[in-house]
């Protein structure tokens, strides 16, 4: 069971459930919490999950998404793809057959997004110690379980590069799965800081 129940009560901001890798202090967990204020047009929940297997995610999210009314709200599982062919046609697979879920992966690694907040350049990229090393270029105190937006005060006023970033990188691919670095983040991200209508 979660530490952060899931609201009981009729939200009236469309509800965005997140099924992340890890436990509480995940990376992915406390970069997302950063989104969770009054101004956000989503009620965020973020489901954190014990293992990294997809399977189980996807089973996590769906119970606490329910049977969730507001055509608004959205389910995302996100997951580091780790180089992992098996997973990538796993996922491909679970996407065809549940389509009310997104699947948000990185390549390698959640950080390749954090990276992109600094510079669309992903070469040389092939595992995670490399983001990270790379990564550490511009965040020098980066570790995981630990806020990014703590490490660089304008860390936040570069998001809108990111996501730029993000799109570049993927437009030159023809997915994400292709084994080179890149992340579909930025589709969250762009709704969390889309202004509420």
Request: charged share 30%; proline share 6%.
């Amino acid at each position: 069971m979660s530490r952060y129940p899931r609201p009981k009560k009729r939200l009236s901001k469309p509800l965005l459930v997140l099924v992340v890798e890890g436990r509480q202090n995940s990376t992915e967990r406390l970069y997302f919490d950063h989104f969770r204020t009054p101004e956000c047009p989503y009620a965020i929940y973020i489901e954190p999950s014990h293992n990294t297997d997809v399977e189980g995610m996807l089973r996590n999210g769906l119970a606490t998404f329910g049977n969730e009314s507001n055509p608004k709200s959205h389910l995302f599982i996100i997951t580091d793809l780790d180089v992992s062919k098996e997973k990538q046609d796993m996922i491909a697979e679970m996407q065809k057959n549940e389509p009310r879920v997104s699947f948000i992966v990185s390549e390698p690694c959640f950080e390749v997004w954090f990276l992109l907040h600094y510079d669309k350049s992903l070469c040389g990229i092939v595992t995670s110690d490399d983001a990270i090393r790379k990564l550490r270029r511009h965040l020098p105190n980066y570790e995981k379980n630990k806020s990014v937006f703590s490490l660089d005060k304008n860390f936040e006023s570069l998001v809108e590069d990111a996501i730029k970033n993000s799109k570049q990188v993927l437009a030159k691919r023809e997915n994400v799965e292709s084994g080179c670095p890149a992340t579909t983040v930025h589709q969250i991200v762009e709704l969390l800081t889309k202004k509420k209508k």
